[in-house]
């Protein structure tokens, strides 16, 4: 069966500070990988998404990249972190066109990211 | 556009009591997929049902049942006889065929209280 990992599960990072989450998917080959925020009380915004090793598309222009270094490896990255960076961050995968699970993503646990 | 109105912010009732989540949807693609994800205080979203446009067939499973209408863009979810362990947040979500962007409701929270 597909797992998700996210790491870590929180962090608290000053302002000014870089930033590295990782997401990395098993049970699965060629996933779709997204990257969500959830701002505190608020709904999901899509930040990224991949279709394949260094694909990647943004949604929202902001002080945040992603990459996707392998297959089943996502990252989220940020060289100076803001303050409105604060949320929770969710991984999540979906299969590649032509599965029966393609039509779905699938979440990870997330990373609560606090920057004071 | 594509869009997701989940009027109810916050929902509280009893244990054992019936309640329904609303969900009401906005396209003008003819295929498509509606989701709903279930946030429980950890915070992972965890699926709960897909459905294709295609696809009316209202659906049960326990005391889970969603009601898909196309007349009325709306797909709600009740859940018979409540329990403490179903207080979360409550997502509905639209996807549009052949893209991969999911367009997400703001949710509702629903609290059930013993």
Redesign the interface.
């Known amino acids: 069966s597909q797992t998700i990992h996210q790491w870590p599960a929180t962090l608290v990072q000053p302002v000014g500070s870089p930033l590295s989450l990782e997401c990395t998917v098993e049970g699965t080959s060629n996933p ?1 990988l ?1 990257w969500y925020r959830q701002a505190a009380g ?3 915004q ?1 930040l990224f ?1 991949s ?1 394949g090793i260094g694909q990647i ?1 943004s ?1 929202v222009p902001q002080n945040l990249s992603a990459s996707r270094p392998q297959d089943r490896q996502f990252i989220l990255s940020s060289k100076k972190l803001l303050l409105s960076d604060s949320g ?1 961050y ?1 991984c ?1 995968w ?1 299969a590649t066109p032509g599965t029966s699970l393609v ?8 990373t ?1 990211l606090t920057v004071l | 556009a594509q869009k997701v109105t989940q009027a109810q912010t916050e929902i509280s009732v009893v244990e054992k009591e019936d309640v329904t989540l609303d969900c009401v949807y906005e396209t003008r693609d003819t295929t498509y ?1 509606l ?1 709903w ?1 279930k946030q429980p205080p ?6 709960l049902i ?1 459905r ?1 446009s295609f696809d009316e067939q209202n659906e049960i499973s326990g005391r889970y049942s969603w009601n898909f209408q196309k007349s009325t863009s709306s797909f709600n979810f009740t859940i018979t006889a409540s329990q403490v362990v179903d207080s979360a947040v409550y ?1 509905c979500a639209l ?1 549009v065929y052949n893209t ?3 367009i ?4 509702t929270r629903l609290q059930v209280f013993p």
């Open positions: 779709n997204y608020r709904g999901l899509l998404y279709v598309s949604e929770f969710l999540a979906s039509d779905t993503q699938y979440f990870g646990p997330g609560r | 997929y989701f994800y950890s915070g992972e979203l965890v699926f897909r294709n997502f996807r991969d962007k999911l997400f409701g703001t949710g």
